[in-house]
């Protein structure tokens, strides 16, 4: 007996959804056909692709085992200067302060004279038994003409011609210079605004790449400061670092819950999109 083919409703069927499909990718080249030949958005797309946006790695101070940063100084206002001698153990905190005379002889509490120093500051160290300044030439033992406790000529209760309880030119504590180095007691900064650095027309011009690396002090306010290039780029790309970062604003370094100014290098990565 003849029966009816099994197949034939789903036929009707799969003929609509192919036709279906044909005329939504139709719709869709079509679409692509009229963005692509706009001149609105041509123009839009050449912007685009003349565009090139720096890529800034994100901020990584790295330490340096020298010029630790900070200072120190002392004295009992002596009229001779600070004599020679080693310096005292170090640490993150003072309880006493180095003399090479002792006024007190008979302390109720005996304690150990301490530098406020990071524990791997490169400090200069002399054979001596007797605590003075490392970098002094002088042999009649003496304090040094400084006050505030301490040897030297500055104040403070450290060694040294700077003020604070640390060694060397320079102030707050720590070795010479004005400004900590991360570690030892010291955190970075955070980085929590930048600006983004343009390119310059030189470099944009001839396609350049590269990575411009930058020395900053961020101070207690958590603003860079003393920015210098240790590897310079060219090509404008030097200069364009700069007055990005020059804008950007950090939380400052901290010692002892307190802010304080730290060295660190930041790298900026310029790279085309």
Do not use: C
């Amino acid at each position: 007996m003849p029966v009816k083919e099994i197949w034939g409703f789903y036929g009707g069927g799969e003929k609509r959804a192919g036709l279906t499909s044909l005329l939504i990718h139709g719709t869709v080249i079509l679409l692509l056909l009229l963005i692509g030949t706009n001149q609105t958005v041509q123009k839009m797309v050449k912007e685009q692709v003349n565009l090139l946006a720096p890529d800034i790695d994100a901020y990584k101070p790295t330490p340096k085992k020298n010029n630790m940063g900070g200072g120190g100084g002392g004295g009992d206002r002596s009229p001779t200067p600070a004599s020679k001698g080693k310096l005292p153990k170090l640490a993150q905190k003072q309880f006493v302060p180095p003399a090479v005379i002792v006024h007190n002889e008979n302390p109720k509490l005996v304690m150990e004279p301490t530098l406020v120093i990071q524990p791997d500051a490169n400090i200069p160290k002399v054979n001596m038994d007797v605590l003075g300044d490392p970098l002094s030439r002088n042999g009649i033992p003496s304090n040094g003409t400084g006050y505030g406790a301490g040897i030297g000529s500055g104040s403070g209760g450290g060694v040294g011609s700077g003020s604070g309880a640390g060694f060397g030119p320079g102030h707050g504590g720590n070795m010479g210079g004005g400004a900590y180095h991360i570690g030892g007691g010291v955190s970075a900064p955070t980085l929590i605004f930048k600006v983004e650095p343009e390119y310059s027309e030189e470099a944009r011009k001839a396609k350049f790449q590269g990575t411009v690396v930058l020395f900053v002090v961020v101070d207690e306010k958590g603003m860079p400061r003393e920015l210098k290039v240790i590897r310079p780029l060219g090509l404008g790309l030097d200069q364009k670092a700069i007055e990005a970062v020059e804008k950007w604003k950090f939380r400052p370094g901290m010692k002892d819950g307190h802010p304080v100014a730290v060295q660190a290098t930041i790298e900026v990565n310029f790279r085309l999109l």
